[in-house]
């Protein structure tokens, strides 16, 4: 169930209310002075976001020297709560893009204090104006800013404010998005479309894969004119299998991938998925770690990239795990450059440049420092890898196609790239 808001505070660090505005009669309003008494004087503050104090919960964050916090009185959802708080924050005076035309003419990026004492007037009208009854409504800078056109006062610290141009009234009482501007115009129309992904991969010492899976997002850059309508198809296995029933015969269209988790944009624009199963990892790592006696150690590990030969690997890093009190250390190595770093306690292996199908290896000599006391057992933190591979998924999700239509019908050109990268990968020893 969406949050239901019965009041709204922004304190200062001593607990006075700078602003308020309730929403709902079902609490009263000495509501703050419990939040001050069980909250705020007792050494639980920032141990957790959410509490309960007769009968109503107090959700809140503390952003600079200002704590934001919202009463509600029913069993409201935690997650949309602190959704609002953050997408209000944004709105009134964060430095993202979105918010970007509406900080800069009312707060020039500031959210402290002072900021909130200067432009007390302001923020009353948008609270009243983005919350109805308790219920969040339109947080759209764009379209607030043609409403509320009212000027706040800058901090003397923020920057010069640039003049963005608002869309036109008419146009979003009638249908018009929030997120894109009318009338553009383009010389050159052009697509880029970015597939980008994190593989997570935790790997035993033998070689099992313990846990593992990818995270992506589908980044699109548009420089097209108009309002045109892109059809984006990828090898889903779902789309894929109602294409076939739909043709009754089946798909030619090669592997298929089932996408776990998605969510949208606004405008319907796949953004983010995860996969689980049938993950492609593009290394495989074989350490090997034995201990000679109670000063010597022989590290040799083996990185073997399963892309293909044609393509390569870029910054790729290893860092193996040594111990604390190491004193000397020498290497051998196929390919790239070794070096010990006191500061990690790791040997750092680094690879500019690594093509696929092969597998260079990394060979040292580690010397400990010699001492009287019992020897400490070593736990052997997992080697990490950090490595970029340009045109491979390890997902395995392709695009299949983009298709654009405008209604003047000019030719766009698309430009499609893979990146796969190393999220948390690791590999015991």
């Not at 395995?396 to 430009?415: H, I, P």
Request: glycine share 6%.
């Amino acid at each position: 169930m969406p949050v239901a808001a019965s009041a709204i505070y922004f304190l200062n660090l001593r607990g006075d209310v700078l602003i308020n505005r309730l929403y709902r009669d079902d609490v009263g309003g000495n509501m703050v002075d419990a939040f001050r008494l069980h909250i705020m004087q007792t050494k639980e503050l920032g141990t957790c976001p959410v509490w309960q104090i007769g009968g109503c919960s107090f959700f809140y964050m503390r952003i600079s020297n200002v704590y934001v916090v919202i009463v509600v009185s029913s069993n409201a959802n935690v997650a949309c709560a602190f959704k609002f708080v953050v997408e209000l924050l944004t709105l009134l005076f964060s430095g993202c893009m979105q918010a970007v035309a509406l900080f800069k003419s009312y707060f020039g990026g500031a959210f402290d204090e002072d900021a909130i004492r200067n432009n007390f007037v302001l923020i009353y009208e948008l609270l009243d104006e983005i919350m109805d009854f308790g219920y969040p409504q339109n947080l759209s800078p764009e379209i607030l800013k043609l409403y509320i056109t009212q000027e706040g006062v800058r901090s003397p610290f923020s920057s010069k404010p640039t003049d963005i141009p608002v869309p036109n009234a008419t146009l979003q009482v009638t249908g018009a998005v929030g997120w894109r501007r009318e009338g553009l115009v383009y010389k050159k129309n052009e697509v880029f479309l970015d597939i980008v992904e994190s593989v997570n991969l935790l790997m035993s010492s033998k070689g099992n894969v313990l846990r593992c899976d990818v995270t992506g997002k589908i980044l699109m850059k548009c420089f097209l004119s108009g309002m045109p309508d892109l059809k984006l198809g990828l090898n889903d296995k779902i789309g894929l299998e109602k294409e076939s029933q739909l043709k009754s015969r089946p798909t030619k269209s090669g592997k298929t991938i089932e996408l776990d988790d998605v969510t949208f944009h606004q405008c319907v624009n796949l953004t983010r998925y995860r996969i689980t199963e049938g993950v492609n990892l593009p290394f495989r790592v074989l350490p090997t770690i034995k201990e000679l006696g109670r000063t010597r150690m022989e590290v040799n590990v083996k990185v073997k990239s399963v892309y293909g030969a044609k393509m390569f690997a870029l910054g790729v890093v290893i860092k193996i795990p040594v111990p604390k009190q190491t004193a000397k250390t020498s290497f051998q190595v196929t390919s790239g450059q070794a070096k010990y770093n006191a500061a990690i306690d790791c040997v750092v292996w680094k690879i500019r440049k690594f093509p696929g199908q092969t597998e260079p290896t990394m060979s040292a000599e580690v010397e400990l420092i010699s001492t009287m006391a019992e020897k400490k057992s070593w736990t052997r933190p997992p080697i990490q890898m950090e490595f970029q591979v340009p045109m491979f998924t390890a997902s395995g999700l392709r695009v299949r196609f983009l298709k654009v239509w405008e209604k003047s019908g000019y030719n766009t050109v698309d430009w499609v790239r893979y990146i796969t990268k190393a999220g948390s990968y690791e590999i015991r020893c």
